[in-house]
């Protein structure tokens, strides 16, 4: 298998994940959700926005990125849970995503507090 990278997407049990990076223990990845689970995030997102002292909006629960690559246009990459997907083994590689996207993943998890800081030291090594 070829040497996978920040923004290149995978499957995982049918379902699509962005791999973020590993620490040779865990692999980060992003889940791609589908149409309808990236509307209730948005409009999740929206009502706390609403309330800006809402513990809510420290969570990874609301971490993601409205994804511009042609397969995925529309589909939100999760940074939610994104070391506990439980991804070993049964990789299967399905594309990359356009280079708008890398860069907003990239700064969605550097500069938002509610992302680990082991993922963001990760990342901030491995992407330029």
Known sequence: MEKIIFGDIFRHKDKPYVWLGSDGEV?????VLNYDETKALQTLRKRYEKIPSHSMNDSTLLCYV?????????QAASLNRTGDHGIETGIVPDGRLCEEDVKK?????????SIPEKLKKIVKQTVK
């Open 105 to 113: 993943l990239r700064m969605e998890i550097c500069e938002d507090k």
């Open 66 to 74: 409205v994804l511009q690559t042609e397969k995925y246009k529309d």
């Open 27 to 31: 692999i980060f990845a992003a889940l």
